[in-house]
C-alpha cells in the first residue's frame, strides 16, 4: 500500500488565488482527516469525514476553507481566495472506521501564499 | 472544550539520559491517548498509545504513563541517542473520533 497521498507536496501562489488540496486515503480506511500545522498553532484538526460525510468542520477558519470527499478514495480541501495567513503545511490522514486507532498521515502539502 | 497541554515546548538532555514530556488533557471522558513523533520535513508518524484501561504501557526504550484522575499522561524515553531528535506530539480523543494534539515538544538529543 503507498499510504496516503497527498497532492501537491508544494504549492506557491499568489494572495487571492484560488488553492486546491488533494488527498487519496488508504484503500478501506472510512475516516479521513484535514490537520493544519503552523509553528505558531501546532497540529489543528480541521474537518473530518466518516464515511465519505462530513461529521465536524468547526475547526474550519472560515468561509474561504471548504473541504469535500465525493468518494472514498478521493477528499479536497480549497481556499478561495487564498490569504498568507493561511501559510502552513497541510496534511491528511485516514484510518479504519474503528475510533480511537492509528492515525496515518500523508507527506503534507506546504502552502506559501505571497 | 477539547484541550491538550503540552509541556515543555522545549528539552535538551545528553545522549543516554532520560526525557520526559507531559501533557493534561481537558475531557474526562477522554480514552484514548497518543504519541506520534515527527522528524524534521516529515509527516507525524504514531510511535506508542494507551488507552484509558492500562496505566503504563512499555516498547523497548519508550513508554507512556497515564493518570486519569489527574487527567495528565506522559512520555518516556531511556537511554536516548541521538535519532531521538524530533518534535513529539500527545494526543486525546474527543467524542470518541476526534482526535486533539498538543502543541508539540521540540526534543534535542545533544552527542
Known amino acids: 500500500d503507498a499510504g496516503v497521498i497527498q497532492s501537491p507536496r508544494h504549492e506557491v501562489t499568489e494572495m487571492g488565488q484560488e488553492v486546491t488540496l488533494r488527498c487519496k486515503p488508504i484503500s478501506g480506511h472510512n475516516s479521513l482527516f484535514w490537520y493544519r500545522q503552523t509553528m505558531m498553532r501546532g497540529l489543528e484538526l480541521l474537518i473530518y469525514f466518516n464515511n465519505n460525510v462530513p461529521i465536524d468542520d468547526s475547526g474550519m477558519p472560515e468561509d474561504r476553507f471548504s473541504a469535500k470527499m465525493p468518494n472514498a478514495s478521493f477528499s479536497t480541501l480549497k481556499i478561495q481566495p487564498s490569504e498568507p495567513r493561511d501559510s502552513a503545511v497541510y496534511f491528511c490522514a485516514s484510518r479504519p472506521g474503528r475510533p480511537n486507532e492509528k492515525l496515518f498521515f500523508g507527506s503534507g502539502t506546504q502552502l506559501s501564499v505571497l | 472544550g477539547e484541550n491538550v497541554e503540552q509541556h515543555p515546548s522545549t528539552l535538551s538532555v545528553q545522549e543516554g539520559d532520560s526525557a520526559v514530556i507531559k501533557c493534561t488533557y481537558s475531557?474526562?471522558?477522554?480514552?484514548?491517548f497518543p504519541w506520534y513523533k515527527q522528524e524534521l520535513g516529515k509527516r507525524p508518524q504514531l510511535i506508542i498509545d494507551i488507552r484509558s484501561n492500562v496505566g503504563e504501557k512499555k516498547d523497548q526504550r519508550i513508554a507512556v504513563t497515564l493518570n486519569k484522575t489527574a487527567k495528565h499522561f506522559s512520555l518516556h524515553i531511556t537511554e536516548t541517542q541521538p535519532e531521538d531528535s524530533a518534535v513529539y506530539f500527545c494526543a486525546a480523543n474527543f467524542g470518541n473520533e476526534k482526535l486533539t494534539f498538543g502543541t508539540g515538544t521540540r526534543l534535542t538529543i545533544i552527542p
Open positions: 475531557d474526562s471522558a477522554s480514552n484514548y
